[in-house]
């Protein structure tokens, strides 16, 4: 029954937030500083994360791949869609949720355990409006930005590594990179990463939004809208890539 609660509460937390702005500079002020906190807030970690992606995959398909028949090229294939449909999505996704999530639901759970939401909703302001609206609408902006970064940085990652030591040359990278590549990958991956954004983004304000008690409470919030995150992203990922692939 907690489950059926929870699940009816959060949806009507996502109703309550559509509403006519009472000051469209404000929000939309709020909006960019979203904008600003997950999306240039998280880019070191992103980029540090996709570049040994790439570089890993690509030295541990080397180590496999030790048939003298398939061509050096093939591991430019496999980092390719192995980073544009899996790891670029799903494992950045996963980083973010635990990064931009539990920054989302303390903030939130601090702001109602001081009170500052209460004192929105006497001024007229409609609070799941203010509060958890940009934050949505800026991890759905940003996050599919970050992806793409990441799949590019794992590429990248993955040529640095296998021309430094001597696994295929750059020319063969190029080549395989280029060779049978499937356009709707790219949609796939970008399929996922708005999924995703959603969940990182809803779950931890809702959890934020909610909490009742101090500090505690706060932390324990904070913990659990990444669990939940984490494991709502990966339960979207088996079912889309069930449905799209």
Known sequence: MKLFTETGRYLLMLKGMFSKPENGKMYWKEFMHQCSDIGIGSLGIVVIISFFMGAVSAVQT?????????????????????????????LV??????????KIASELGNMRVSEQIDALEIMGINSKAYLVMPKILAALLVIPMLVVVSAGLGILGGRIAGTSSGILSSADYTKGLLQNF???????????????????????????????????????????SVVV?????????????????
Do not use: H, W
């Not at 080397?62 to 999505?89: C, G, H, M, N, W």
């Not at 996704?93 to 539990?102: D, E, H, K, R």
């Not at 990463?193 to 990182?200: P, Q």
């Open 229 to 245: 995150s984490c494991v709502l992203i990966l339960m979207a990922d088996y079912v889309l890539s069930a449905l799209l692939l």
């Open 182 to 224: 499937t356009p709707y990958n790219v949609f796939f991956a970008m399929a996922k990463s708005y999924t995703f954004a959603f969940f990182i983004s809803s779950i931890p304000a809702f959890y934020g939004y909610n909490v009742s008690g101090g500090a505690l409470e706060i932390g324990r919030a904070s913990t659990k």
């Open 93 to 102: 996704c996963i980083v973010l949720a635990g990064v931009v999530g539990s």
């Open 62 to 90: 080397a180590y496999q791949l030790v048939s003298p028949i398939i061509p050096k090229s093939t591991i430019a294939q496999i980092v390719r869609d192995t980073v544009i449909l899996e790891f670029a999505p799903t």
